[in-house]
């Protein structure tokens, strides 16, 4: 090997090698990892799927549970209803319980003055007489206390005790007064028939009796 050889040779290994490049037009033509498996397209669809799926369950789930609603909320107006009118019931008692010492002279005068006046021609028993009238007379007295005070406008349970106050009270009003009407009546047909013959106008007897006297007299 002659010595030019060899310095051409340790020159061209002195070279350095230069790194082979891809053209970048290549590289975007390259296929990545996810549209290959299409998976942004399958999670949206997985996505749209569950949506609907949670949708129609709920709508099922509600739709089942109406008639349960409907009987719950129908349980809770009974229970309502049923408690308001024991409060109703309580109270009232209550507070007649509370007035009752206060009105017994107003109520035993009133009392007197009705049964004196229906003891001789009633068909009843004083004591349903004095009965009906004390507790008449109690309600009367609850009802103008609560008109007075305003308390019927506080709560819708001082309302209701209000309105059952007044239907009571009216209802054995309307009783007492059928009662005393009948009485009335029965009366006047006692008076009728322990007065004498019908006159005629002019305070003699009528011509029926004057025919019947004159027939006595001729026989």
Same mark, same amino acid.
């Given at each position: 090997?002659t @010595?030019?050889?060899?310095?051409?040779?340790?020159?061209?290994?002195?070279v350095?090698?230069?790194?082979?490049?891809?053209?970048?037009?290549?590289?975007?033509?390259?296929?990545?990892?996810n549209?290959?498996f299409?998976?942004?397209?399958?999670?949206?669809?997985?996505?749209?799927?569950f949506?609907?799926?949670?949708?129609?369950?709920?709508?099922v789930?509600?739709?089942?549970?109406?008639?349960?609603?409907?009987?719950?909320?129908?349980?809770?107006?009974?229970?309502?209803?049923?408690?308001?009118?024991?409060?109703?019931?309580?109270?009232v008692?209550?507070?007649?319980?509370r007035?009752l010492p206060?009105t017994?002279?107003?109520?035993?005068?009133?009392?007197?003055?009705?049964v004196?006046t229906?003891?001789?021609?009633?068909?009843?028993?004083?004591?349903a007489i004095?009965?009906?009238?004390s507790?008449?007379?109690?309600?009367?007295?609850?009802?103008?206390?609560?008109?007075?005070?305003?308390?019927?406008?506080?709560?819708?349970?001082?309302?209701?005790?209000?309105?059952?106050?007044?239907?009571a009270?009216?209802?054995?009003?309307?009783?007492?007064d059928?009662?005393?009407?009948?009485?009335?009546?029965?009366?006047r047909?006692?008076?009728?028939?322990?007065?004498? @013959?019908?006159?005629?106008?002019?305070?003699?007897?009528?011509?029926?009796?004057?025919e019947?006297?004159?027939?006595?007299?001729?026989?």
């Amino acid at each position: 090997m002659t @010595p030019s050889t060899i310095a051409t040779i340790t020159t061209s290994s002195d070279v350095p090698i230069s790194p082979t490049t891809i053209p970048s037009i290549i590289l975007e033509n390259l296929s990545t990892f996810n549209s290959v498996f299409r998976f942004d397209e399958r999670l949206r669809s997985l996505e749209t799927t569950f949506s609907e799926y949670r949708q129609t369950n709920l709508f099922v789930d509600a739709v089942s549970a109406i008639p349960e609603n409907d009987e719950f909320l129908c349980n809770i107006d009974e229970n309502m209803m049923k408690i308001i009118k024991g409060q109703v019931k309580s109270q009232v008692k209550e507070q007649v319980s509370r007035i009752l010492p206060r009105t017994e002279e107003s109520v035993n005068a009133t009392l007197e003055a009705e049964v004196l006046t229906r003891s001789s021609h009633s068909s009843r028993t004083l004591y349903a007489i004095a009965a009906d009238l004390s507790e008449m007379e109690l309600k009367k007295i609850l009802i103008e206390k609560m008109e007075g005070n305003k308390s019927i406008q506080q709560s819708d349970e001082q309302r209701n005790l209000y309105k059952a106050l007044v239907e009571a009270y009216d209802a054995d009003k309307a009783i007492l007064d059928t009662y005393r009407e009948s009485t009335i009546l029965k009366r006047r047909r006692e008076d009728d028939d322990q007065e004498g @013959p019908p006159l005629d106008q002019t305070g003699g007897l009528n011509d029926e009796e004057k025919e019947g006297s004159m027939h006595q007299l001729a026989l």
